[in-house]
T-cell receptor, first 112, second 114 residues
Framework: EDQVTQSPEALRLQEGESSSLNCSYTVSGLRGLFWYRQDPGKGPEFLFTLYSAGEEKEKERLKATLTKKESFLHITAPKPEDSATYLCAVQAAHNQGGKLIFGQGTELSVKP | DTEVTQTPKHLVMGMTNKKSLKCEQH?????MYWYKQKAKKPPELMFVYSYEKLSINESVPSRFSPECPNSSLLNLHLHALQPEDSALYLC?????????????FGPGTRLLVL
């Protein structure tokens, strides 16, 4: 069964304290791994798409990496405005219609 | 531009009302999606339209009725909803429906059923 697990569930950081969020997945035939940021009451905002092991993508203070079993979202020197829930989702080759399988999310809080 | 718009932003309705949610995108995407999201949970897929045809219905109750009038518009018609249907309803779109296509989400409609 396809599964996505994110850890930790919640993470509290001081401003400037770098850390990583984890997304572990078991899926047969990964076709894409997606990271989204979601602020309370708003829709998920697209961050990155990763397709194959070894791939890395960066955007400002965020860097996403992918292995055959997991993905990391590294946050360097976070600021309070980085506080949000970060969602990881995968698509499997056998999924009908590109269905996304989401993890439960990591709620990040960055204190000044 | 990766913008998906949704109206209204908030909606309150009684269990006997009929209302509609609207979603629009002008990115030339050919796949559009409806999701439901409850508090502290990830989005759950409801429907997928590909080239204006319904391709996936995730066993959603018939009180939710989707419609795709054209390639840029997606509606969700609501009728005789239950209080447990209160949630954030999200629309998304992608270039195509194939695996690996990035889905872009709208801001959502916050629905409260009384």
């Amino acid at each position: 069964e396809d599964q996505v697990t994110q850890s930790p569930e919640a993470l509290r950081l001081q401003e400037g304290e770098s850390s990583s969020l984890n997304c572990s997945y078991t899926v047969s035939g990964l076709r894409g791994l997606f990271w989204y940021r979601q602020d309370p009451g708003k829709g998920p905002e697209f961050l990155f798409t990763l397709y194959s092991a070894g791939e890395e993508k960066e955007k400002e203070r965020l860097k996403a990496t992918l292995t055959k079993k997991e993905s990391f979202l590294h946050i360097t020197a976070p600021k309070p405005e980085d506080s949000a829930t970060y969602l990881c989702a995968v698509q499997a080759a056998h999924n009908q219609g590109g269905k996304l399988i989401f993890g439960q999310g990591t709620e990040l809080s960055v204190k000044p | 531009d990766t913008e998906v718009t949704q109206t209204p932003k908030h909606l309150v309705m009684g269990m006997t009302n009929k209302k509609s949610l609207k979603c629009e995108q002008h990115m030339g995407h050919r796949a559009m999606y409806w999701y439901k999201q409850k508090a502290k949970k990830p989005p759950e897929l409801m429907f997928v339209y590909s080239y204006e045809k319904l391709s996936i219905n995730e066993s959603v109750p018939s009180r939710f009725s989707p419609e795709c009038p054209n390639s840029s518009l997606l509606n969700l018609h609501l009728h005789a909803l239950q209080p447990e249907d209160s949630a954030l309803y999200l629309c998304a779109s992608s270039q195509g429906q194939g695996a690996g296509e990035t889905q872009y989400f709208g801001p959502g409609t916050r629905l409260l059923v009384l």
